[in-house]
């Protein structure tokens, strides 16, 4: 071996070896010194600096800022190179080559499959895509204008009570998850049923009767079929945007621990059911700063209105009323690369469905901000959720149901943690503490003796009870 390679050799080994802290406890002069793996320190390392009275140390982290909850080989973020990769391929790679089904595949069981398993799978998820009369009918009792979150979720908790054979809370002293056939076959029940969930929520919100999914169609393309199809025995959807839809799925299948996905590890930590977990995860996708951030974005732009009201409404957010939707991210200091390749996929459905003029807006809203010292001293770049909702605008989707188109793929992010999260032995009841700083030991107080509390004064009286007092 050259001599320069050896004494580099020595060199990293020995940096390597000084890959540590050490800590001094101020409190009792005692020093620790705690191993650096990967670039974290363990929590029980930590812990083992302890008070007087033998407390361990805590890290008081809200947001999960600073903490590593798991170990996981399903996808990597580089936020300040603007890298993602899913089980290693690069994520433009993915979206120019493969198909979202395929892509499922690879985040679920690991690998790209080969052309007998992609057939497998695709026949399975698409055997999986009818719902008992039961579920639909019962999704037919929402009211004509439930949002269609609300419709999903609630039918995604549902579908829990239909498959007892998988409920842990049914098969005391068993381990169904321990079971890899019982675990495929609720993936595939998930991944196949998810899709006419959605398009029974959105038939259901236009008051027109439900599509059983059809034989002969591809994953995207029943989608929609579910979605648009009246009474036409030839429908087809156009081909270019069957194909951009398949983009956007690859690019919403998977994104580490989003909020979503950590709701999804979270609950999976209880052993509760697989449909309560999916349920649950897509709850918390709801909300607008993660999944719901695409409907909210497009609702941030008609509410412009016009290029003329950009600045005014940047110096609004600026002040802090409000934030630029659809900008900024947790893990990204840097372009969002998904944001790059759904820009381009909108001309592609511009030449369909013909431009869309909230892009305008967009565009220059984006120019804008990209130039503003607040937005580049934060960091804050477009996120996969900027442009999204101009293409399904333009795509001829309601606005709510963006977060729905964000939801049907992260359905395989989701299932793949659940299985990773299954299969790894250092997995625990997700468990966190508190910095407890509410009142200690008090006497109970009889009700006759209680004065009324401004809490119950500023934050309970409502427009019923204030009228209820005057009168
Ligand atoms: N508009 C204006 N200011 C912002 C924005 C924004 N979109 N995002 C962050 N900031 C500011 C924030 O006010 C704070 O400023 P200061 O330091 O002066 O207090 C600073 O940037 C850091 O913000 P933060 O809220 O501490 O950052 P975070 O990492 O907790 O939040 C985020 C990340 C995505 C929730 C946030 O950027 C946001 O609310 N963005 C808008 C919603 C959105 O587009 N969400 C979609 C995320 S991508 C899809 C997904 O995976 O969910």
């Known amino acids: 071996m050259d001599n320069s390679v050896h004494r580099l050799q020595i060199i990293q080994s020995h940096l390597l070896a000084r890959s540590s802290l050490t800590i001094t406890d101020n409190r009792n002069g005692k020093t620790l010194e705690v191993p650096i793996k990967n670039g974290f320190v363990l929590g029980k390392d930590m812990g083992k600096l302890k008070n007087q009275e033998g407390e361990n140390l805590m890290v008081y982290d809200p947001g999960y800022m600073q903490t590593v909850c798991c170990t996981s080989r399903i996808s990597y973020i580089d936020g300040d190179k603007g890298i993602l990769e899913y089980r290693g391929y690069p994520i ?11 892509v499922a595949f690879l985040l679920i069981n690991g690998e790209l499959p080969t052309k007998m398993q992609f057939e497998k799978w695709e026949h399975k998820i698409l055997h999986h895509t009818y719902l008992h009369t039961d579920i ?49 076959k609720q993936i595939y029940r998930i991944m196949g049923r998810i899709i006419t969930v959605a398009a029974y929520a959105y038939r259901n919100r236009i008051g027109r009767p439900f599509n059983e999914p059809a034989q002969g169609l591809n994953y995207i393309e029943n989608f929609l079929y579910m979605m648009d199809r009246l009474n036409e025995g030839n429908y087809k959807s156009h081909p270019k945007l069957v194909r951009a839809l398949d983009v956007l799925f690859i690019l919403h299948a998977e994104h580490e ?4 996905t950590a709701a999804m590890r979270h609950l999976a930590s209880s ?43 940047l ?19 840097n372009y969002d690369p998904r944001a790059i390749i759904v ?129």
């Open 315 to 333: 110096e609004k957010v600026k002040a802090g009323k409000g934030r630029l939707m659809g900008f900024g991210h947790r893990v990204y200091k």
């Open 136 to 184: 639909s009918r019962m999704m037919k009792n929402f009211h004509y204008d439930a949002h269609p979150m609300g419709v999903l979720v609630s039918t995604m908790s549902a579908m829990s009570t239909f498959q007892p054979e998988q409920n842990p809370a049914l098969l005391p002293g068993m381990d169904p998850y321990k079971d890899t056939l019982l675990m495929n």
């Open 257 to 260: 621990l989003n909020c979503s």
């Open 92 to 102: 433009e790679e993915l979206a120019e080559k493969s198909s979202f089904l395929e």
């Open 271 to 313: 052993e509760v059911d697989v449909y309560t977990c999916i349920a649950g995860a897509a709850a918390a996708l709801y909300g607008r700063k993660h999944g719901g951030a695409n409907e909210a974005v497009l609702r941030m732009l008609e509410e412009i209105g016009s290029v003329s009201n950009i600045p005014s409404f």
């Open 343 to 471: 820009r381009k996929i909108a001309d592609d459905v511009f030449s369909v469905c013909g431009k869309e003029p909230l892009i305008d807006i967009a565009m220059e809203l984006e120019r804008i901000a990209l130039t503003d010292k607040y937005f580049i001293d934060r960091k804050l770049y477009p996120n996969v959720d900027f442009y999204t909702g101009v293409i399904y605008k333009s795509m001829g989707f309601p606005t709510d149901m963006f977060p729905v188109l964000f939801t049907i793929p992260r359905v395989a992010g989701w299932l793949a943690h659940w299985k990773e999260f299954h299969a790894d032995p250092e997995n625990k009841i997700v468990r966190p503490r508190q910095n407890y700083i509410g009142k200690r030991t008090r006497d109970y107080v009889p009700v006759d003796k209680r004065q009324k509390s401004d809490f119950f004064l500023s934050s309970v009286t409502s427009t019923r009870a204030k009228r209820r007092e005057v009168n």
